[in-house]
């Protein structure tokens, strides 16, 4: 997969199998002249209060499908110890969400945590503000997430709960700081079968972590 980087205009090409294209795309998308909002939560299995924010989440499927919305639903770790293993949680989520912590001056991370746009939810998910000037210095970060999932939870606090999961996670690179113009490369995990899948491409402000644009493409 291979993204040119131009400063409010990012265009991504897929190949399929996560391999960069020798010939045409099979998908493209470009970024227009206002921001694609950015919705994260942070969840876990393993959290009591997370089952009703991951069913919230599922109902931006259709805005992300049309590509309105980049929705990604990080699992983290830190609640393991209750008695239920996420298999879904990764470390690098939990570095993800206490970067986000860092620019919200915020003392602690906790679940479910709804970030937009890099902040503590403020209101209204999908309204769009216009695309963020150049910056000279930015980073950027790809995920690949998937739908339908599920998990029957037989310890911790969801014992004996069923738990629905959609924007999951399943592969988050960042992909480093630049300054000016850069070129991406990125190569997505294979997905699961019967699990329809986004990879998206979040460009953001290294100080503020606000983010700069975002893509999100169904393929």
């Not at 997969?1 to 990012?10: D, Y």
């Not at 209060?49 to 049309?66: E, H, I, M, Q």
């Not at 070129?183 to 606000?210: C, I, M, T, Y």
């Amino acid at each position: 997969m291979t993204t040119f980087f131009r400063p409010l205009a990012a265009v991504v090409l897929l190949g399929s199998g996560g391999f960069a294209l020798a010939a045409g795309p099979a998908c493209q998308a470009e970024s227009g002249a206002t921001l694609t909002p950015v919705i994260e939560l942070y969840t876990s299995e393993g959290c009591s209060s997370c089952p009703p924010a991951d069913r919230w989440l599922s109902t931006f499927k259709r805005s992300a499908a049309s590509g309105t919305a980049v929705v990604q639903a990080f699992h983290v770790g830190y609640w393991d110890n209750l008695g239920w293993v996420d298999r879904f949680a990764r470390p690098e989520h939990t570095v993800r969400q206490k970067q986000v912590a860092a620019v919200n001056r915020l003392s602690n991370v906790y679940t479910p945590q709804r970030v937009r746009n890099g902040r503590d939810w403020p209101g209204d998910p999908l309204a769009a503000t216009p695309n963020e000037p150049a910056r000279a210095r930015w980073s950027a970060y790809w995920t690949v997430t998937e739908h339908g999932h599920s998990s029957k939870v037989k310890a911790g606090e969801n014992a004996g709960e069923l738990l629905q999961h959609d924007f999951v996670v399943r592969q988050y690179v960042p992909a480093g700081d630049y300054q000016g113009p850069a070129r991406l490369l990125f190569r997505a995990v294979p997905g699961e079968a019967g699990h329809a899948r986004q990879v998206n491409l979040v460009v953001f402000d290294k100080a503020s972590g606000k983010p700069l644009q975002a893509l999100s493409l169904g393929c």
